[in-house]
T-cell receptor
Framework: NAGVTQTPKFQVLKTGQSMTLQCAQD?????MYWYRQDPGMGLRLIYY???????DKGEVPNGYNVSRLNKREFSLRLESAAPSQTSVYFC???????????????FGPGTRLLVL | GEDVEQSLFLSVREGDSSVINCTYT??????LYWYKQEPGAGLQLLTY?????DMKQDQRLTVLLNKKDKHLSLRIADTQTGDSAIYFC??????????FGGGTRLMVKP
Protein backbone atom coordinates (compact mmCIF):
# COMPACT_ATOMS: atom_id res chain seq x y z
CA ASN A 1 0.00 0.00 0.00
CA ALA A 2 1.57 3.25 -1.13
CA GLY A 3 -1.21 5.40 0.37
CA VAL A 4 -1.29 8.80 -1.32
CA THR A 5 1.38 9.54 -3.92
CA GLN A 6 2.16 12.85 -5.59
CA THR A 7 4.27 13.79 -8.58
CA PRO A 8 6.46 15.67 -9.10
CA LYS A 9 8.23 16.23 -5.76
CA PHE A 10 9.77 19.54 -6.89
CA GLN A 11 9.08 21.89 -9.77
CA VAL A 12 10.38 25.26 -10.88
CA LEU A 13 8.21 27.24 -13.30
CA LYS A 14 8.48 30.59 -14.98
CA THR A 15 5.59 33.03 -14.69
CA GLY A 16 2.93 32.16 -17.24
CA GLN A 17 3.89 28.52 -17.67
CA SER A 18 1.36 25.79 -17.02
CA MET A 19 1.68 22.49 -15.24
CA THR A 20 -0.36 19.68 -13.73
CA LEU A 21 0.25 18.17 -10.32
CA GLN A 22 -0.70 14.53 -10.11
CA CYS A 23 -2.15 12.69 -7.13
CA ALA A 24 -3.20 9.07 -6.72
CA GLN A 25 -4.47 7.01 -3.80
CA ASP A 26 -4.77 3.26 -3.44
CA UNK A 27 -7.05 3.13 -0.40
CA UNK A 28 -10.31 3.06 -2.37
CA UNK A 29 -11.26 6.40 -0.85
CA UNK A 30 -14.21 8.34 -2.20
CA UNK A 31 -13.04 11.86 -1.32
CA MET A 32 -9.89 13.68 -2.36
CA TYR A 33 -8.50 17.14 -1.65
CA TRP A 34 -5.87 19.63 -2.74
CA TYR A 35 -4.31 22.00 -0.20
CA ARG A 36 -1.57 24.57 -0.31
CA GLN A 37 0.70 25.25 2.63
CA ASP A 38 2.36 28.62 3.10
CA PRO A 39 4.53 29.63 6.07
CA GLY A 40 2.43 30.64 9.09
CA MET A 41 -0.85 30.08 7.23
CA GLY A 42 -1.48 26.42 7.85
CA LEU A 43 -3.28 24.48 5.18
CA ARG A 44 -5.73 26.12 2.85
CA LEU A 45 -8.13 24.05 0.79
CA ILE A 46 -7.97 24.72 -2.95
CA TYR A 47 -10.44 22.19 -4.36
CA TYR A 48 -11.96 18.94 -3.28
CA UNK A 49 -13.84 16.03 -4.79
CA UNK A 50 -16.44 14.44 -2.56
CA UNK A 51 -16.79 11.46 -4.89
CA UNK A 52 -15.82 10.37 -8.37
CA UNK A 53 -17.35 12.73 -10.90
CA UNK A 54 -17.74 15.72 -8.58
CA UNK A 55 -15.46 18.62 -7.74
CA ASP A 56 -16.02 21.73 -5.64
CA LYS A 57 -14.14 24.89 -4.80
CA GLY A 58 -12.43 25.31 -1.49
CA GLU A 59 -11.11 28.41 0.22
CA VAL A 60 -8.56 29.51 -2.42
CA PRO A 61 -9.54 28.16 -5.89
CA ASN A 62 -8.54 31.11 -8.07
CA GLY A 63 -5.83 30.27 -10.59
CA TYR A 64 -6.37 26.51 -10.33
CA ASN A 65 -8.43 23.81 -12.00
CA VAL A 66 -8.89 20.19 -11.02
CA SER A 67 -9.90 16.93 -12.63
CA ARG A 68 -11.11 13.81 -10.85
CA LEU A 69 -9.90 11.42 -13.52
CA ASN A 70 -11.24 8.32 -11.79
CA LYS A 71 -11.69 7.14 -8.22
CA ARG A 72 -7.93 6.88 -7.70
CA GLU A 73 -6.63 10.05 -9.32
CA PHE A 74 -7.18 13.76 -8.70
CA SER A 75 -5.04 16.28 -10.58
CA LEU A 76 -4.46 19.99 -10.00
CA ARG A 77 -3.67 22.27 -12.93
CA LEU A 78 -2.09 25.70 -12.95
CA GLU A 79 -2.96 27.25 -16.31
CA SER A 80 -0.74 30.33 -16.03
CA ALA A 81 1.55 30.16 -13.03
CA ALA A 82 2.15 33.27 -10.91
CA PRO A 83 4.78 33.90 -8.21
CA SER A 84 1.95 33.99 -5.64
CA GLN A 85 1.42 30.30 -6.36
CA THR A 86 4.85 29.43 -4.98
CA SER A 87 3.94 27.02 -2.22
CA VAL A 88 3.91 23.42 -1.06
CA TYR A 89 0.93 21.51 -2.42
CA PHE A 90 -0.56 18.57 -0.60
CA CYS A 91 -3.06 16.05 -1.85
CA UNK A 92 -5.16 14.13 0.66
CA UNK A 93 -7.89 11.52 0.60
CA UNK A 94 -10.52 10.20 2.98
CA UNK A 95 -13.10 7.48 2.95
CA UNK A 96 -15.76 10.15 2.73
CA UNK A 97 -16.37 13.72 3.76
CA UNK A 98 -17.28 13.60 7.39
CA UNK A 99 -15.78 13.18 10.76
CA UNK A 100 -14.19 10.52 12.88
CA UNK A 101 -12.62 7.55 11.19
CA UNK A 102 -14.59 8.10 7.98
CA UNK A 103 -13.44 11.67 7.58
CA UNK A 104 -9.82 11.13 8.55
CA UNK A 105 -7.64 12.57 5.83
CA UNK A 106 -4.46 10.87 4.66
CA PHE A 107 -1.84 13.09 3.09
CA GLY A 108 0.69 12.69 0.33
CA PRO A 109 4.32 13.85 0.73
CA GLY A 110 3.75 17.14 -1.07
CA THR A 111 4.95 18.95 -4.19
CA ARG A 112 7.25 21.95 -3.71
CA LEU A 113 6.57 24.51 -6.41
CA LEU A 114 8.62 27.62 -7.11
CA VAL A 115 7.32 30.13 -9.63
CA LEU A 116 9.90 32.66 -10.81
CA GLY B 1 -17.02 29.68 9.25
CA GLU B 2 -14.75 27.79 11.59
CA ASP B 3 -11.55 29.42 12.77
CA VAL B 4 -8.80 27.35 14.40
CA GLU B 5 -5.91 29.05 16.20
CA GLN B 6 -2.61 27.74 17.52
CA SER B 7 0.51 29.33 18.93
CA LEU B 8 3.37 29.35 16.46
CA PHE B 9 6.23 27.90 18.44
CA LEU B 10 7.07 25.78 21.49
CA SER B 11 10.51 24.82 22.78
CA VAL B 12 11.08 22.14 25.43
CA ARG B 13 13.97 20.09 26.78
CA GLU B 14 14.23 16.38 26.06
CA GLY B 15 12.44 14.39 28.73
CA ASP B 16 10.05 17.22 29.66
CA SER B 17 6.35 17.23 28.80
CA SER B 18 5.10 19.33 25.90
CA VAL B 19 1.65 20.88 25.79
CA ILE B 20 0.39 22.23 22.48
CA ASN B 21 -2.79 24.27 22.61
CA CYS B 22 -5.53 24.95 20.09
CA THR B 23 -8.76 26.94 20.12
CA TYR B 24 -11.66 26.71 17.71
CA THR B 25 -14.76 28.80 17.21
CA UNK B 26 -17.50 26.50 15.91
CA UNK B 27 -19.25 24.80 18.81
CA UNK B 28 -20.83 22.31 16.38
CA UNK B 29 -17.43 20.76 15.59
CA UNK B 30 -17.81 17.12 16.48
CA UNK B 31 -14.32 15.81 15.82
CA LEU B 32 -11.01 17.42 16.68
CA TYR B 33 -7.82 16.05 15.15
CA TRP B 34 -4.10 16.30 15.78
CA TYR B 35 -1.69 15.85 12.89
CA LYS B 36 2.12 15.80 12.89
CA GLN B 37 4.27 17.08 10.03
CA GLU B 38 7.95 16.16 9.99
CA PRO B 39 10.37 18.17 7.83
CA GLY B 40 9.82 17.62 4.13
CA ALA B 41 6.88 15.30 4.67
CA GLY B 42 3.10 15.35 4.54
CA LEU B 43 0.78 15.43 7.52
CA GLN B 44 0.37 12.27 9.55
CA LEU B 45 -2.67 11.68 11.74
CA LEU B 46 -1.73 11.34 15.41
CA THR B 47 -5.11 11.03 17.04
CA TYR B 48 -8.62 12.44 17.11
CA UNK B 49 -11.23 12.99 19.79
CA UNK B 50 -14.99 13.04 19.56
CA UNK B 51 -16.76 16.01 21.11
CA UNK B 52 -18.53 13.89 23.74
CA UNK B 53 -15.16 12.96 25.24
CA ASP B 54 -13.07 15.06 27.62
CA MET B 55 -9.85 13.12 27.34
CA LYS B 56 -8.17 10.53 25.20
CA GLN B 57 -4.86 8.87 25.95
CA ASP B 58 -2.66 6.95 23.56
CA GLN B 59 0.75 5.94 24.91
CA ARG B 60 2.71 9.20 25.40
CA LEU B 61 -0.07 11.33 23.92
CA THR B 62 -2.93 12.82 25.94
CA VAL B 63 -5.63 14.92 24.30
CA LEU B 64 -7.79 17.15 26.49
CA LEU B 65 -10.96 18.81 25.23
CA ASN B 66 -12.76 21.66 26.98
CA LYS B 67 -15.95 22.10 24.98
CA LYS B 68 -17.16 25.03 27.03
CA ASP B 69 -14.06 27.05 26.19
CA LYS B 70 -13.61 25.39 22.77
CA HIS B 71 -10.05 24.55 23.74
CA LEU B 72 -8.06 21.48 22.72
CA SER B 73 -4.63 20.47 23.93
CA LEU B 74 -2.10 17.79 23.05
CA ARG B 75 0.29 16.69 25.78
CA ILE B 76 3.37 14.70 24.85
CA ALA B 77 4.97 13.00 27.83
CA ASP B 78 8.74 12.41 27.97
CA THR B 79 9.31 14.45 24.81
CA GLN B 80 12.06 13.12 22.55
CA THR B 81 14.10 14.81 19.82
CA GLY B 82 12.13 12.72 17.32
CA ASP B 83 9.01 14.60 18.40
CA SER B 84 10.39 17.79 16.84
CA ALA B 85 7.89 18.65 14.11
CA ILE B 86 4.97 20.92 13.29
CA TYR B 87 1.71 19.92 14.96
CA PHE B 88 -1.62 20.87 13.43
CA CYS B 89 -5.00 20.72 15.04
CA UNK B 90 -8.10 20.49 12.88
CA UNK B 91 -11.81 20.72 13.58
CA UNK B 92 -14.74 19.36 11.63
CA UNK B 93 -18.31 18.22 11.72
CA UNK B 94 -20.42 15.80 9.75
CA UNK B 95 -20.41 16.45 6.03
CA UNK B 96 -18.07 19.42 6.22
CA UNK B 97 -14.46 20.08 5.43
CA UNK B 98 -11.84 20.06 8.12
CA UNK B 99 -10.46 23.45 9.13
CA PHE B 100 -6.78 23.37 10.06
CA GLY B 101 -4.93 25.63 12.45
CA GLY B 102 -1.71 27.33 11.39
CA GLY B 103 0.49 24.73 13.09
CA THR B 104 2.75 24.81 16.15
CA ARG B 105 6.43 24.17 15.59
CA LEU B 106 7.80 22.04 18.45
CA MET B 107 11.54 22.16 19.02
CA VAL B 108 13.03 19.64 21.43
CA LYS B 109 16.46 20.51 22.82
CA PRO B 110 18.79 17.72 23.94
Amino acid sequence: NAGVTQTPKFQVLKTGQSMTLQCAQDMNHNSMYWYRQDPGMGLRLIYYSASEGTTDKGEVPNGYNVSRLNKREFSLRLESAAPSQTSVYFCASSEAIGTGAVGTQYFGPGTRLLVL
Amino acid sequence: GEDVEQSLFLSVREGDSSVINCTYTDSSSTYLYWYKQEPGAGLQLLTYIFSNMDMKQDQRLTVLLNKKDKHLSLRIADTQTGDSAIYFCAAGNAGNMLTFGGGTRLMVKP
